[in-house]
């Protein structure tokens, strides 16, 4: 049977400057310039763990300590390394998580349960979404399961905000965009997050490991 690996990590304050330095060497300079563009320090951080993460997973796999510097990206940007796995990052707040698998196609999301303005986002929702979402009341939790359905959906298929996210009908364990059949599973990081996976094959093993740096 396939089988998904998910990894995740964790962190909960700023890397020492020497510890920052050993794991920043680590990286080929086109990732480091990406994530130096970011301004707060907790973005930098998961931004740097997340590519850490793919690596550390990818040498798992087989692949050398240079996997990194043979990323390439698909048409519409999403980064592969060869046809023999697929695999997909996500980061959220203290977290960062990577998904991979071989014979399956798969996108992952994850988000921190938040308090926001969510009828902000109402026109991102089917009828039917927005519905669960806001009877009898606003649930912050029920709109970020879908909101990372979606995002993994759409990180899946490969096209990204191509998609819109009003496009992305959902059905128990299964989202539908442009009769294309997604399967989703919630994945349990941590109980403050909405986590998923999306893939294009229904049946398949999954683990989920716990990864430190």
């Not at 690596?55 to 692949?63: A, D």
Request: proline fraction near 2%; include cysteine; charge should be neutral.
């Amino acid at each position: 049977m396939l089988t998904v690996n998910i990894f995740y990590a964790q962190f909960t304050q700023a890397f020492t400057a020497a510890k920052w330095q050993f794991y920043w060497r680590q990286l080929p300079e086109l990732l480091q310039q990406k994530i130096i563009r970011y301004h707060r320090w907790q973005d930098q951080h998961t931004g740097l763990l997340s590519y850490l993460l793919l690596k550390k997973v990818l040498i798992n796999q087989g692949y050398t300590e240079d996997c990194l510097t043979q990323l390439q990206k698909e048409t519409h940007g999403r980064p592969f390394i060869d046809r023999s796995i697929d695999f997909n990052i996500s980061h959220s707040s203290q977290y960062v998580v990577c998904a991979i698998g071989a014979g399956i196609r798969l996108g992952i999301d994850i988000e921190e349960i938040r308090m926001i303005e969510v009828t902000d986002f109402k026109n991102y929702m089917t009828q039917a979404q927005w519905l669960d979402i806001s009877q009898p009341a606003i649930s912050y939790a029920k709109f970020f399961d879908y909101w990372t359905i979606k995002e993994s959906v759409m990180k899946a298929d490969g096209r990204g905000l191509l998609i819109p996210l009003v496009d992305i009908h959902t059905q128990g364990d299964q989202a539908i965009v442009y009769e294309k059949t997604w399967f989703l599973k919630s994945i349990p990081i941590a109980t403050t997050y909405a986590c998923h996976l999306a893939t294009d094959q229904a049946q398949y093993q999954i683990t989920i490991n716990s990864v430190s740096f």
